[in-house]
């Protein structure tokens, strides 16, 4: 259905990102830095950080800048800026929550690209399986989605204003599913 949104609540979050750095680990990839997209990266990378231990540095990039006006193109409202030096040669994982129009993400990996690190992995917890506005760079070699979904609305637990609302209309989205056969993802 069109309109089915997908409920995620902090308890998926951190089964999916447990998940994934099993599968990042296994095929033998070894990041020295975690970047985190801002905002919505902040938190599965924190997330992250648990089962693979390595610093985050934090970028905010938005279609709205730091006076709330929607842009064009994605913009940088935070960077890095004496750290970047330390990307070069270096294995990069980049995260955030979701790989939509992919216009924020291929912008960062560019922008990260121009620091010669030696790779950057991105990893992100939905992919939403539709045409993309653009594509990544052929640098981008290892690309980890915790899911693949259709092109839905997600909710994050972040995004919430009842959180005991939020998990108990992602119970009743597992229930359905259960009902239709669907395959659970968790
Ligand atoms: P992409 O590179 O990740 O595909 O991002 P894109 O520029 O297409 O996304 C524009 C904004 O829309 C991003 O927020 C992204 O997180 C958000 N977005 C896209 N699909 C969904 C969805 O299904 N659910 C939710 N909750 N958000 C979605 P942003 O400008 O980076 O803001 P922030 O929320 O990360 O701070
Ligand atoms: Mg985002």
Known sequence: MAEEKLYVSYNTVHKLIKKLAGKI????????????????????ARILKTFINRPIYAVGISYYGIDHKHREHPTKIQWIDEVQEQLKGKKVLLIDEVDDTRATLAYCVGELLSYQPEEIAVLILHNKLKQKDVEFPPEIKRYYPAMEVEDIWIKYPWDAEDIDEHERLEKEMFERMKKDGKELFI
């Open 25 to 44: 680990i296994e095929s033998g990839f070894d990041p020295d830095v975690i970047v985190a997209i801002g905002s919505g990266g902040f938190i599965p």
